[in-house]
């Protein structure tokens, strides 16, 4: 079947604008999970989405960073007033939920340029 | 929080050898995944195994909860077996939500 899928895969912007990535889970995967992987790093968690709940945003590095998510499908990363320092590859992954598994499954991530 | 330790941080094999990878952890485990990411950055999985022992062709993993590690298994390394492999972890008493993922060991397998 279909694994999570992002876009766009690359992304060059200057500084100061506004960007939008996007996220398509697994189907039928109801929590949906972002994270961040600077350079030779590991993977920092941003933000997650489960079911109706209210998402855990306890991961966003600054205000400037929001999420949204539509019912238990698309997801979208926004980040305004982009700063050279959100330059990384933006990972969204997905994962089912109360059926004995919470594996999480990463898309292939979008590559952020801030110049 | 749960801080996660991975070692060696580098590891150089020739093809055909076996290694064994860790993974240290501060506090208990819900959930624990180790990862390839391939030169295209790509995660690939390869265990979902907060405790006990999985075998998947030449890769197998054991968790001991009750000691906080966890170990990856390589035999016969091949050179598609190379890139950065990372264990993950969501601490008990999470709500299933985010993993923390150690810093990565870099292999390279040369022919």
């Known amino acids: 079947g279909a694994g999570v899928s992002q876009s766009p895969s690359n992304k060059v912007t200057e500084k100061g604008k506004d960007v939008e990535l996007r996220c398509d889970p697994i189907?039928?995967?109801?929590?949906l999970y972002w994270y961040r992987q600077r350079l030779g790093q590991g993977l920092e968690f941003l933000i997650y989405?489960?079911?109706?709940?209210?998402p855990d945003k306890s991961g966003l590095p600054s205000d400037r960073f929001s999420a949204e998510r539509t019912g238990e499908s698309v997801s979208t990363l926004t980040i305004q007033r982009t700063q050279q320092e959100d330059s990384a590859v933006y990972l969204c992954?997905?994962?089912?939920w109360g059926v004995g598994t919470y594996e999480q499954y990463f898309g292939p991530g979008t590559r952020l340029t801030v110049t | 929080g749960i801080q996660v330790e991975q070692s060696p941080p580098d590891l150089i094999l020739q093809e055909g050898a076996n290694s064994t990878l860790r993974c240290n952890f501060s506090?208990?485990?819900?959930?624990l995944q180790w990862f390839h990411q391939n030169p295209w950055g790509q995660l690939i999985n390869l265990f979902y195994?907060?405790?006990g022992t999985k075998q998947n062709g030449r890769l197998s993993a054991t968790t001991v909860a009750t000691e906080r590690y966890s170990l990856l298994y390589i035999s016969s390394s091949q050179t598609t077996d190379s890139g950065v492999y990372f264990c993950?972890?969501?601490?008990?008493?999470?709500?299933?939500?985010?993993?923390?993922f150690g810093k990565g060991i870099t292999l390279s397998v040369r022919p």
């Open positions: 993950a972890v969501e601490g008990e008493g999470g709500a299933n939500s985010k993993l923390t």
């Open positions: 506090d208990s485990v819900n959930n």
């Open positions: 992954a997905s994962s089912p």
């Open positions: 195994i907060p405790s």
């Open positions: 189907s039928g995967h109801t929590a």
């Open positions: 989405f489960q079911g109706n709940s209210a």
